[in-house]
């Protein structure tokens, strides 16, 4: 077989593919015990072990004649952005993660096939994000970070704070994008929710392969997998139906989106559209905010609070909220909330990149892993190590940064997270100071969240 052949799969073709194997880790399946104890142990040790191999991983079936598609793990910055800058018919969303997403969420902006139709919903949605109409947000972000700094103002030790910043998260986003106020207890519920269908949309990835209807069925045998589905389908036809709803821009621009009515979108895909904004947008943000608060709050770190507090009072407000910044994208360095995604190829793919050249065949799975190529140790000194102030620097400049994604698909929302991110962290430590000494380990779920056991002092600063 030549190396311009990328018929077939299995061994033989792969090394026949590579012309540097120094980069290629193929895996040999005396390793496969070695990471199911990792995975028995839990999903961080799994990426411990990947994250000492090299830079390409490349899982094959243990049988060659079998023809189920390798998966590649690829670690470094350069093969990342070669394989993701990709056209659109090279890569799709599909896999068993995208499959167990759509079963929930439909064909929003998220799961939609990389077409006309998402370049259009695209165009659509994407000015509501960008940073000059987030400003009008301002007074909505304020009202509702001081609404949740007076239950915490109490002080003492506060138990699952992320539940406290996944609720304002929730708040913000259908105050600010869907024009829908949302109190405590029901922002709590709908999020509660989410947070499940999270999980078994986790539970369903790795059950991949079983038939369609059993994944169709089984919420209905999990009775809290039902409640959730039911509760968030009952919140999105509330939202559909709110007047001020349907009159905040980005939905009133969605409605109103098509030169005919033909084109119109449908009301499935209007509900399919609020799930992906209630869905990607406020649990990444609020695990980023929840996991800064949780590593300013070491012993080590804590210095950090007391600078940016400092700042505030002499009225450098710029000073504080760079720092606060600098601090939310390095906690997003050390657990970004997607910690690993997916793509399935369409073609063959070949790229060449200083690591030698890279042939990835047809119905392959590519993974990519923030998580992993953002503790890279060629790109990141120290890599274990909280320093918001490598981010003093433009971090346009940090190829090794991946949080939001990259390429067509990268993150629409990634300036509103920037900004709520930004302005909660830096309303809450103006206000109250954090401590703990205990570390409490992430959670690795379909995304990456703080433990549920996260417990942190909070006194108020006099
Ligand atoms: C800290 C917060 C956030 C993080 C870390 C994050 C991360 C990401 C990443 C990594 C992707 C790319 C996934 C892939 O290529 O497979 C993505 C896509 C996306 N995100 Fe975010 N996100 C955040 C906040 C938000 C917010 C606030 C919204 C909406 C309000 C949002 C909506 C979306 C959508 C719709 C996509 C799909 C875009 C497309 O495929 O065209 N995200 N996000």
Redesign the pocket.
């Known amino acids: 077989m030549t190396q311009e052949n990328f018929s077939g799969n299995g061994l033989s073709h792969l090394s026949t593919n590579y012309d540097n194997p120094a980069n290629v880790h193929l895996v040999n399946y005396l390793e496969i015990p070695q990471l199911v104890i990792d995975y028995i142990r839990g999903r961080q040790a799994v990426l411990e072990s990947l994250g000492k191999w090299e830079d390409r991983i490349v899982f094959t079936a243990l049988d060659p004649t079998e023809n189920i598609p390798p998966i590649f793990l690829l670690k470094h910055p350069l093969d990342v952005q070669a394989v993701w800058g990709k056209s659109a018919s090279a890569l799709d ?1 599909t896999g068993p993660f995208y499959e167990a997403v759509r079963r929930f969420a439909g064909q ?3 799961t ?1 096939k990389e077409d006309e139709t ?1 370049q259009a919903r ?1 165009t659509v ?1 994407g000015p509501h ?1 960008q940073p000059k109409n987030i400003a009008a947000f301002g007074e909505d972000v304020d009202r509702l970070t001081n609404q949740m700094i007076l239950q915490l103002r109490t002080g003492g030790v506060i138990h699952d704070v992320h539940t406290y910043i996944k609720t304002l998260s929730f708040q913000i ?1 259908v105050k600010t ?1 869907l024009g829908v106020d949302a109190q405590t207890d029901e922002a709590l519920r709908v999020a509660d929710s989410l947070t499940k269908i999270n999980a078994f949309i986790a539970a369903n990835t790795l059950m991949a392969g079983l038939p369609e209807w059993f994944y169709r069925k089984a919420p209905a045998f999990l009775p809290s997998t039902r409640k959730a589905v039911e509760t968030l389908d009952t919140y999105t036809r509330q939202v559909l139906s709110s007047p001020t709803a349907c009159a905040s821009p980005l939905l009133a621009h969605l409605i109103a989106y098509g030169p005919e009515q033909s084109s119109r979108l449908s009301e499935k895909d209007l509900h399919d559209e609020v799930v ?2 209630l869905a ?2 406020h649990g ?2 609020a695990s ?1 905010i929840a996991f800064t608060l949780q590593l300013l709050a070491y012993p080590t770190n804590r210095h950090y609070q007391d600078v940016i507090r400092k700042d505030l009072k002499r009225g450098n407000k710029t000073g504080a909220l760079r720092l606060v910044r600098n601090a939310f994208l390095e906690a ?1 360095r050390l657990y ?3 910690y690993m ?1 997916s793509r399935e190829t369409t073609e063959d793919i070949r790229v060449e990149t200083p690591l030698g050249k890279l042939a990835i065949p047809k119905g392959s799975c590519v993974l990519i892993s ?1 998580y992993l190529t953002h503790r890279h140790p060629q790109f990141w000194t120290d890599p274990e190590t909280f320093d918001p102030n490598r981010f003093e620097a433009d971090r346009g400049e940090k190829i090794a940064y ?4 990259l390429g ?7 300036h ?2 920037m900004n709520v ?1 930004s302005v909660v962290l830096a309303k809450m430590l103006e206000q109250l100071e954090f401590s703990t000494d205990t570390f409490s380990p992430p959670l690795f779920i379909s995304t990456l969240r703080p433990s549920s056991h996260l417990q942190l002092n909070v006194s108020r600063v006099e």
Not at 408 to 414: N, T
Request: net charge positive; glycine share 14%; hydrophobic share 45%.
């Open positions: 969303k929003g902006l998220f939609m998402w695209r949605i994000l986003t994008l992906t904004i990607a947008g990444t943000t980023a997003m970004p909330p997607i995604t923030p991946l949080p939001f994604g067509k698909r990268r993150c629409i929302g990634e509103f997270a991110g």
